[in-house]
């Protein structure tokens, strides 16, 4: 028996880190990739929620998982994120200051 376990971290409204469990589902096909990804749109479903709502994933490193959030975690996807954040600090910023991140990119 394979469970896929899925959590949501994120920041609410005061910038505290808050974590949500979504829940556990049983994998009961072939662990591909295209399999995960279907479990886990399902999960994301029952909670009104796409996989374009999520920014990043952190998996075990497993060449399936990779192949089921590839177009989650690239590059691209970070780079466009940390440019659409960069500019809407911009436009809300009214004097000089400067906002703490955390960190968005996991580097091996």
Do not use: P
């Amino acid at each position: 028996m394979s469970i896929l376990g899925v959590t949501h971290h994120f920041r609410d409204g005061n910038g505290i880190l808050r974590r949500l469990f979504l829940g556990l589902c049983e994998l009961n096909a072939s662990h591909t990739g295209t399999a995960i990804r279907r479990e886990l749109n399902k999960m994301l479903a029952e909670y009104g929620l796409s996989i374009k709502d999520v920014f990043k994933v952190i998996t075990d490193g497993a060449s399936n998982m990779a192949n089921a959030f590839r177009d989650v975690c690239s590059l691209e996807v970070m780079i466009q994120y940390l440019e659409d954040q960069n500019e809407e600090e911009t436009r809300e910023r009214e004097y000089s200051e400067y906002r703490c991140r955390n960190s968005v990119l996991s580097i091996k």
